[in-house]
């Protein structure tokens, strides 16, 4: 059985940092690439980032390019969202999910992401 989880959320005022870290289990980790994705109030969920399976490759969503970083560590099976210059506009749930893919289509499309954790909140304040 697959098992994401996120972790790392919390309230952080607007210019702050956070780092969200995801795990996985059930599932060999270095044969799928990972996304973040995520979903503000009243809208749709939608990508972040997304790395590739030996995490060479890396896409961003246009609105948080120079600000978050996505990575990962095979040997830890973790995942991780670096987050700088936070804005309040980057509240809302966070998720990480597994591709079926070893490498990310630069759309990110939701339909290629097979397991989901349940997120973390991420609330940024003025």
């Known amino acids: 059985q697959v098992q994401v989880v996120e972790s790392g959320g919390g309230l952080v005022q607007a210019g702050g940092s956070l780092r969200l870290s995801c795990t996985a289990s059930g599932l060999t980790f270095d044969m799928s690439a990972f996304g973040w994705f995520r979903q503000a109030p009243g809208k749709e969920r939608v990508a972040v980032a997304c790395?590739?399976?030996?995490?060479?490759?890396?896409n961003y969503a246009d609105f948080v390019k120079g600000r978050f970083t996505i990575s990962r560590d095979n040997a830890k099976r973790t995942l991780y969202l670096q987050m700088n210059s936070l804005q309040t506009e980057d509240t809302a749930m966070y998720y990480c999910?597994?591709?079926?893919?070893?490498?990310?289509?630069?759309?990110?499309?939701?339909?290629?992401?097979?397991?989901w954790g349940q997120g973390t909140q991420v609330t940024v304040s003025s």
């Open positions: 999910a597994v591709s079926r893919l070893l490498v990310c289509e630069k759309a990110m499309s939701e339909r290629f992401f097979d397991y």
């Open positions: 790395i590739s399976y030996n995490g060479r490759i890396t």
